[in-house]
C-alpha cells in the first residue's frame, strides 16, 4: 500500500514558478513509475507528466514541455514537479499518482494524492 500526499501549491502571478512535492509511504516507493495529473474545473483530469521507477525516463504533455521537470528523490520518497513560466491555463488541482496500470499517460493509476491547487494569475 501506498499513500500520496501532495503539497507546494499556492497562487502565483503568470510567468512565475512553484515546486510541488508528493510524498509517498510505503517501502515499495522505489519499484512504482510516478505520474502528475491536473484538472481543471469542468474539465476531465490530464496527463502532466510521469518518471520511471529508477528517474532515467520522463515524459511531458505537450502543453508542458519545456516549462515543467519532473524529478524523483528515491532516499527521500519523494516526487517533485518543478513549474516554470506558469500559464493562466495551467491553473488546475494537481495530483500525483503512482503505479500506472498501462500507459502513463492514462489516469489509470494504483495509487492517487489528495491534491494540491495550483492558481496562476494573469
Known amino acids: 500500500q501506498v499513500q500520496l500526499v501532495e503539497s507546494g501549491g499556492g497562487l502565483v502571478q503568470a510567468g512565475g514558478s512553484l515546486r510541488l512535492s508528493c510524498a509517498a509511504s510505503?517501502?515499495?516507493?522505489?519499484?512504482?513509475?510516478m505520474g502528475w495529473f491536473r484538472q481543471a474545473p469542468g474539465k476531465e483530469r490530464e496527463f502532466v507528466a510521469a518518471?520511471?521507477?529508477?528517474?532515467?525516463?520522463?515524459l511531458y504533455a505537450d502543453s508542458v514541455q519545456g516549462r515543467f521537470t519532473i524529478s524523483r528523490d528515491t532516499a527521500k520518497r519523494t516526487a517533485y514537479l518543478q513549474m516554470n513560466s506558469l500559464k493562466p491555463e495551467d491553473t488546475a488541482v494537481y495530483y500525483c499518482?503512482?503505479?500506472?496500470?498501462?500507459?502513463?499517460?492514462?489516469?489509470?493509476?494504483?495509487?492517487w494524492g489528495q491534491g494540491t491547487q495550483v492558481t496562476v494569475s494573469s
Open positions: 518518471i520511471g521507477w529508477s528517474g532515467g525516463s520522463t
Open positions: 510505503g517501502r515499495t516507493f522505489s519499484t512504482y513509475a
Open positions: 499518482a503512482a503505479n500506472p496500470i498501462g500507459s502513463w499517460k492514462l489516469p489509470v493509476y494504483a495509487y
